[in-house]
């Protein structure tokens, strides 16, 4: 259609398609649905005091749905998995992935915002082949992925004060529903991680097209092959399978990463799997400003020509452990991961964040150029932070057991940290971190502390009581941060000042730069709020 699209009120349940439409950036088309915008998603952020909240719909909403529970959708999804596993794919849903309630292709300058999904299969929101896209004010509920990027002319992307909730977890009626439906089981701990993601090669795992969950094997964001410039900001995503997915190109294959990715100021609760994964390559990203709370691996960095990382700001902490019990494939969370595929071509500079942890700061494998610096880090692991393997000699094991010990040859550097991990027993009276780890063969600067940071308040080994990461008066993070410098994709470095806290927590709020880092300053969505 070209010219203004219309919305309109109540529930739609067929497929919307905006293609050819273009405006100005000083005019963007705008798709506005009807009725109040849901007083929650002003509330977004990753401050959110109340992150159990769901927006307020009504019939006087334009709200978009299959009128299909997850229950009503899971045996059709996991047929199409088990059909791709049948001709030698990977099982999943990603082959139906243009199947989507509302698709913006060959746009320019166009909003869409207070437009609402429930259980939209496998996709709510399809971009193609556009540039200067917003989506903001809209909340999902269900579906597979919520939305999708594609193309290489894709550009300038902004999504903000967007919900997402993936499963059914303490979900109200759906607005099409003349009573409650059947809420299906939590993603986070009542659904086995194989159920959504196994697969016979890595897992000896066959789709069960009775019993799976493969309709949650999604994100919020995926994009395949885009040229870049995308923004994701004051987002609550919650209780999902993966949230931030990347890939090079439509294959999945890598060609030209999405390169200058925001992602700011969210909150991400109950991530199963991947939080933010550029799966085949990434440049020039910077994750700042969120929250993770009870995510499984908030930090996936698998592919190759990745580089120019920037994660600083962030907190989190992870208390509930993920799985519904010993037969779960995967419920060993960890702050990174990485493959033996994992390559860089710039630095990953992790500093100034906060985090309290169940079990690993890495379990394997590693990534040149990674700079850990003036973080704060309380672990409950029993066993390492660094894997199981973690002192096992050279001779006696690779790196599919524990964080890599390369770390000259690799360029690896930590320095500046607090990093406490109380819990793991030794016959030397020695702590852990940082000294059992150089006895081990991991060159920590001199620099490195193992003291408790004393945050604010943390939750007891039960998770019972409040948790603030802020640092407690005394607290050795205060003031007690070491001066480095980020390389830029330019050739360029940032100066950053020590003598600040460690962690993220800073006296006047989150950490952050003294200035923007040049390849963002001026990209579209990272200047004065757009205004619709």
Request: with cysteine; proline share 5%.
């Amino acid at each position: 259609m070209a010219g203004k699209p219309r919305l309109t009120r109540g529930v739609q349940d067929k497929p919307l398609l905006l293609a050819g439409v273009v405006g100005t950036s000083a005019a963007p088309v705008v798709a506005m649905g009807k009725g109040a915008v849901p007083g929650m998603l002003s509330l977004l952020g990753a401050e959110m005091t109340d992150p159990l909240a769901w927006p307020e719909l009504s019939r006087a909403n334009t709200v978009f749905s299959s009128r299909r529970r997850a229950a009503d959708y899971r045996t059709e999804g996991n047929g199409i998995a088990r059909r791709l596993e049948a001709a030698g794919e990977f099982p999943g849903l990603y082959s139906n992935i243009r199947d989507a309630a509302v698709t913006i292709r060959n746009c320019r300058d166009v909003v869409l915002e207070n437009v609402h999904f429930q259980d939209c299969w496998p996709t709510a929101i399809l971009i193609e082949h556009c540039q200067r896209i917003v989506i903001r004010n809209c909340s999902f509920a269900g579906g597979t992925f919520a939305i999708v990027a594609r193309g290489a002319s894709t550009r300038d992307l902004v999504i903000e004060n967007c919900f997402w909730q993936q499963d059914d977890e303490n979900a109200p009626r759906r607005i099409w529903e003349e009573k409650a439906g059947t809420n299906s089981e939590p993603i986070w701990n009542k659904i086995h991680w194989q159920r959504i993601h196994g697969d016979r090669k890595d897992f000896n795992y066959a789709v069960d097209v009775k019993h799976d969950w493969r309709l949650y094997d999604g994100d919020f964001l995926r994009t395949f092959g885009i040229a870049g410039n995308v923004v994701v900001r004051r987002c609550l995503i919650r209780n999902a399978f993966n949230a931030i997915h990347t890939f090079g190109t439509e294959t999945g294959m890598l060609s030209v990463p999405c390169r200058n990715m925001l992602v700011e100021d969210n909150q991400f609760v109950r991530i199963r799997d991947n939080t933010i994964e550029p799966e085949s390559g990434a440049a020039n990203w910077v994750v700042r400003h969120n929250r993770f709370i009870d995510n499984f691996r908030p930090f996936s960095v698998e592919g190759q020509d990745t580089g120019f990382l920037y994660v600083y700001g962030n907190d989190g902490w992870n208390i509930v452990a993920p799985g519904p019990g010993d037969a779960d494939r995967n419920t060993g969370a960890s702050l990174f991961k990485f493959t033996s595929q994992t390559r860089s071509d710039g630095p990953f500079a992790f500093f100034h964040n906060s985090f309290l942890l169940l079990r690993d700061i890495a379990k394997k494998h590693g990534i040149s150029g990674l700079a850990v610096a003036n973080n704060a880090i309380a672990s409950r692991a029993k066993n390492s932070i660094f894997g199981k393997l973690w002192n096992a000699p050279l001779a006696d094991s690779g790196e599919d057991e524990r964080f890599t010990r390369r770390w000259r040859e690799l360029g690896i550097d930590f320095r500046g940290n607090v990093v406490h991990a109380p819990g793991i027993a030794n016959d030397h009276g020695l702590p852990h971190y940082p000294d059992m780890l150089r006895i081990a063969g991991y060159p920590l600067a001199n620099s490195e502390r193992g003291y408790d940071p004393r945050f604010a308040a943390r939750a007891d080994e039960h998770g019972q009581g409040a948790i603030d990461l802020r640092p407690a008066e005394g607290s050795p993070l205060r003031g007690a941060s070491l001066p480095f410098e980020l390389r830029l994709p330019d050739g360029d470095c940032v100066s950053v000042a020590g003598g600040r806290h460690v962690g993220a927590w800073q006296e006047g709020g989150r950490f952050r730069l003294d200035g923007e880092l040049p390849f963002l300053d001026g990209m579209f969505g990272n200047v004065a709020a757009l205004t619709s």
